[in-house]
């Protein structure tokens, strides 16, 4: 497994998630990068200082159109149209504090062979201290790994978490497969 490196930039590291920021790294240098709900686009704009083009797909785009470097998709993803981006494939997704499930192969179509995910959002348990209280909203205990069994887990974490608040947070790195090289010849 490739370690991850220092991140050097502290002010776009300081307002993304910790969990990002650890496995941005994996994410292969100069390789396009969705973030999913993006809402104030802190990890847009976080992945766009590291070198990566970003697409920053949201409803509401009125604070991501500040953004100089960043495509802003303005998209419902919960109204049951197209995806849209399309057969747009990325080296990386970001998803935080937010969950629709119908998304799931979607996002798993959308990775590049080698291409990283990084999710992380609120899980059962969660309702103790907070919103989304709702279970529609809240991930059931292993459901990240069952939804993207089809990747090579790098991290995976499920549990309370104190900081920035306290919640309960389900979290998951994982790698699509490389590309296969056929043998000479082969098809």
Known sequence: MTQPTAITDHASAATASPWVVRFAPLIAPGGAVLDVAAGGGR?????????????AVDRDTAALAQMPGVTVVQADLEDGGAWPLGARKFAGIIVTNYLHRPLFPLLLGSLLPGGVLIYETFALGNEAFGRPRNPDFLLRPGELLTAFAALTVVAYEHG?????????????????????RTAAGGV
Not at 43 to 55: E, N, Q, S, T
Not at 160 to 180: E, F, G, I, K, S
């Open 43 to 55: 990890h847009a704009d976080f992945m766009f200082r590291l070198g990566h083009p970003v697409a």
């Open 160 to 180: 309370r978490v104190d900081t920035p608040r306290p919640a309960v947070m389900q979290r998951l790195c994982a790698r699509a497969a490389p590309a296969t």
